[in-house]
């Protein structure tokens, strides 16, 4: 993971893959992008570290503990909402246009299914088949917010992707735990579903 913050005339600039989650947090932080790099001012120098490892999993001091997912995706939650598709914040897909086609993210590659754009010249969309498995680098930190994307049917870790060999850190209890407080959730969704039947 490419994180570059460095000072340039009492400001702070940072050089960073895009992540739709770093961007909010970018502007709320008084951030504005400007020559392919995000100036922040030099007081929020702290919190602006602070962000980058919460999205980034380093604030460029040191690698990233990075591992390999496998995502499988159910269908769309409000597809016609959807031009770019991302997890943790990294893109996995986006359409331009009606008849541009889906471009990957960076590092995606697709196991199973495909994306596709579709809709109006003035209101395109992603849509994807339920299925649609891709496969892509991430840092840890981002396995947190995977879970919770609407689209997810189900995650995988299925290797290291880490420089240098440094070990993944492992998930907290805490998030294992509301994990499997959502998964009783949705189980018994599906028996009161399958009581109606």
């Given at each position: 993971?490419?994180?570059?913050?460095?000072?340039?005339?009492?400001?702070?600039?940072?050089?960073?893959?895009?992540?739709?989650?770093?961007?909010?947090?970018?502007?709320?932080?008084?951030?504005?992008?400007?020559?392919?790099?995000?100036?922040?001012?030099?007081?929020?120098?702290?919190?602006?570290?602070?962000?980058?490892?919460?999205?980034?999993?380093?604030?460029?001091?040191?690698?990233?503990?990075?591992?390999?997912?496998?995502?499988?995706?159910?269908?769309?939650?409000?597809?016609?909402?959807?031009?770019?598709?991302?997890?943790?914040?990294?893109?996995?897909?986006?359409?331009?246009?009606?008849?541009?086609?889906?471009?990957?993210?960076?590092?995606?590659?697709?196991?199973?299914?495909?994306?596709?754009?579709?809709?109006?010249?003035?209101?395109?969309?992603?849509?994807?088949?339920?299925?649609?498995?891709?496969?892509?680098?991430?840092?840890?930190?981002?396995?947190?917010?995977?879970?919770?994307?609407?689209?997810?049917?189900?995650?995988?870790?299925?290797?290291?992707?880490?420089?240098?060999?440094?070990e993944p850190p492992k998930r907290t209890r805490e998030t294992v735990e509301a994990e499997i407080g959502e998964l009783?959730?949705?189980?018994?969704?599906?028996?009161?579903?399958?009581?109606?039947?």
């Open positions: 993971m490419n994180i570059h913050v460095e000072k340039q005339g009492g400001k702070i600039a940072v050089h960073s893959p895009y992540n739709s989650l770093f961007v909010k947090s970018a502007r709320k932080l008084g951030g504005s992008w400007s020559g392919g790099c995000w100036i922040f001012p030099d007081h929020a120098e702290e919190l602006v570290r602070e962000s980058l490892r919460k999205y980034y999993g380093t604030d460029g001091t040191d690698e990233a503990a990075m591992v390999i997912v496998r995502v499988v995706l159910g269908l769309p939650v409000a597809p016609s909402a959807v031009q770019m598709l991302t997890f943790g914040g990294f893109p996995v897909a986006q359409v331009f246009g009606r008849d541009s086609g889906a471009k990957l993210g960076d590092g995606v590659a697709i196991v199973e299914g495909g994306f596709s754009s579709h809709g109006s010249r003035k209101n395109y969309y992603l849509i994807w088949s339920e299925g649609t498995t891709v496969q892509m680098a991430l840092p840890t930190v981002a396995l947190d917010r995977l879970d919770v994307h609407k689209s997810v049917e189900r995650y995988d870790v299925v290797g290291d992707a880490t420089p240098s060999g440094k009783w959730d949705r189980l018994r969704a599906l028996q009161e579903e399958l009581d109606e039947l």
